[in-house]
């Protein structure tokens, strides 16, 4: 029998408890360490710390990222922040031990354009270490970009492509509620937008990802993020809305080629929205128009997306990967190691 | 400046000539020749025989296949028939030729169970030339299997999968309205499902991919074919059918593993459905639904997935691959050679 896929989980917070959950289950998978810095993790039980029914799992999460490292996993699933200057480092730490690595980092999805350096240095580190990474999630990473480049497969001529993602946030975990601004005043909403705080990471990375693999030739991408006001209470298990009040936000980013819009992606992601959809739309031969009713639920379809990606990543070639280029899939829990 | 990407077609009929329309849009491709056997074809200029509006091309077709490939292109678009055992010995000599192949043969879509003997040695004749050769088109090879195991990349567990495709094949080509039996009596429609004369080709590849991909143990695939009865007169372009002939065809595939059903594929194909649509759900964590309302139209699909594959088949690891292994996507007209 082949030896199990040895993963490392870096940053145990909501993403990355629900990561850990899900690897626990695949037979392929032996979890051999964890990495997080907040003293109230560091030290403890992984099983614990994540909430799992069968803890204590006999794995204790570590603030000592290179001790855990050292063990030289197969791959390391990395989930810190969605910047990725603030991650590069533990980036490049996570090749130089050789592994692979799966990112939640928003920016990692397709960071060509707004971190070209960065990129060329992860891919060459990559590249030296004889290893890859990939930066994934459900959004950017596929509902956005890899589903709308997949549903092109059937495109004869593409022209101009379109996503449109509603999501009821109501049931969403409170960070998350904070994140889109519900329960903020209008002009709280508009301070915190302008600082930077109340935004979801990484539209200008799919309509790169799209523009590039569909060749619209993008070559602005603007963005706008506007709230969704409520016109009557939302009270969700977390927060209360007034009406009023902010109770989540209504993003847009735009793809120009030659003053003309080729890539159109729309999110609203607000408390009390009626229902939750994914809809694609490719202009072109044929048109062609796909939607998920119901949508996909942020929180387990990010933890799915980046645990079946371990197979791709493990089987790609070294350098910096992207979904664009990985097939995205299922990994089976009774998968064989 | 790199070389183009020299390609052959093999087998000018109604597919083939769309694969050829739309190869001739890549700028990355040079079409240098093309394969049939019909007298009609034979010796006469592609393009005129695709029915080009800027022909001729100065291309020859021609019945002599070993000669064409000795070209030693850097892929072949094959397209000769459904049935592998019929066309084993043409993908041979493409890979003799150390050409890929991309072939729209719905048996070599996923052909391990039905054909563990011709894929094997395929698989190995690939191996040897270092050359991939893939079955793909929209069905199968896209709507009821790569799609769905695309979507599956969103959930933390599948326990069962299900494909819906209805298809209006009014506006379709004569020869498919005959495979479907439109315009047949009942007992005509019966002993020409007896002969395997009326049948869509491909489900039980679809299940067996569907099944392999989400590690769901099917055992047993099972299928059936029945007519769609019209209950009012219907008129096509090419034919007519009387109410209480049969329309088209209703075809079931079933995969069960341990008695229960795993995977489920219907297939509505007949002239005179209202919608055209195609629809996957898949059950379990999360239960997830997606449809494409006005379906995938099928001649314009299967060229456009067999010419999207191009660029996925010359850049996959030599030997005998699905479309499950391939990041399926589009490849831009414009995309430089």
Not at 35 to 61: F, N
Not at 188 to 205: D, S
Not at 207 to 212: E, I, L, Q, W
Not at 310 to 323: E, H, K, N, W
Request: charged letters at 25%; proline letters at 5%; aromatic letters at 4%.
């Amino acid at each position: 029998m082949r030896k199990k896929i040895r993963a490392i989980q870096y940053g145990v917070g909501p993403i990355g408890a629900a990561i850990v959950r899900l690897l626990r289950e695949k037979q392929a998978v032996e979890i051999i360490g964890a990495i997080d810095t907040d003293p109230a993790k560091a030290g403890r039980d992984l099983g614990e710390v994540v909430g799992a029914a069968h803890a204590p799992w006999g794995i204790k999460v570590s603030a000592d990222a290179a001790k855990v490292l050292s063990e030289a996993a197969d791959v390391v699933m990395h989930s810190t922040s969605s910047y990725l200057s603030d991650v590069a480092e533990q980036l490049l730490e996570c090749l130089a031990a050789e592994s692979c690595v799966v990112s939640t980092c928003e920016e990692l999805a397709y960071p060509f354009r707004k971190h070209p350096g960065i990129a060329a240095k992860l891919d060459a580190t990559a590249k030296d270490w004889g290893v890859a990474l990939v930066g994934t999630g459900v959004n950017p990473g596929f509902v956005m970009d890899k589903l709308v480049l997949t549903l092109a497969a059937v495109s004869q001529r593409v022209e101009a492509a379109k996503a449109i993602r509603i999501v009821d946030a109501s049931k969403r975990r409170l960070p998350l509620q904070k994140k889109i601004g519900a329960g903020m005043t209008l002009e709280e909403f508009k301070e915190k937008v302008a600082a930077g705080v109340v935004k979801h990471h990484g539209l200008p990375e799919s309509v790169a990802m799209v523009s590039d693999g569909l060749g619209l030739g993008v070559e602005e991408i603007t963005e706008t993020i506007e709230p969704v006001v409520a016109r009557e209470p939302v009270k969700t298990e977390f927060l209360e809305v007034a009406a009023g009040q902010a109770a989540g936000l209504h993003q847009i980013a735009r793809g120009l080629a030659g003053g003309q819009e080729k890539v159109y992606m729309e999110l609203q992601m607000y408390v009390g929205a009626k229902e939750s959809s994914d809809t694609i739309e490719l202009s072109g031969q044929p048109n062609i128009r796909m939607t998920i009713p119901g949508g996909t639920h942020g929180d387990i379809a990010t933890a799915a997306v980046v645990v079946n990606s371990i197979p791709a990543i493990l089987d790609a070639p070294a350098g910096l990967r992207t979904s664009r280029d990985l097939p995205m899939c299922f990994f089976p829990p009774t998968a064989k190691p």
